[in-house]
Nanobody
Framework: QVQLVESGGGLVQAGGSLRLSCAASGRRFSYYAMGWFRQAPGKEREFVADIGWAGGSTYYADSVKGRFTVSRDNAKNMVYLQMNNLNPEDTAVYYC????????????????WGQGTQVTVSS
């Protein structure tokens, strides 16, 4: 398993941008597929995006496709989520997750989870 710590959340106006970061500890970081999830108040946690171990394969939820971009830097043990054109419906706690398989991330299963970072989008 890896330990994950998110950062970069905050308050932003609709139409604005934020970049979330996820720092991972552990020497086997490059072996893991990485994902981003979010949970809005009163709602279940939902999948946002994932990226394969080499960074060449990405997958997005329809709700964020074309606005969010996931990337990783294996040399720095970091994963990023660039969020553009944010709207109030994007308000949620965002979580970073790691698993051996992207297919498991896409159904909400992960071996490791971060503690989350709050993103609030005002109208």
């Amino acid at each position: 398993q890896v330990q994950l710590v998110e950062s970069g959340g905050g308050l932003v106006q609709a139409g604005g941008s934020l970049r979330l970061s996820c720092a991972a500890s552990g020497r086997r970081f490059s072996y893991y597929a990485m994902g981003w999830f979010r949970q809005a108040p009163g709602k279940e946690r939902e999948f946002v995006a994932d990226i394969g171990w080499a960074g060449g394969s990405t997958y997005y939820a329809d709700s964020v496709k074309g606005r969010f971009t996931v990337s990783r830097d294996n040399a720095k043990n970091m994963v990023y989520l660039q969020m553009n054109n944010l709207n109030p419906e994007d308000t949620a706690v965002y979580y970073c997750a790691a698993d051996s398989f992207s297919s498991r991330l896409r159904v909400g299963v992960a071996g490791s989870w971060g503690q989350g970072t709050q993103v609030t989008v005002s109208s």
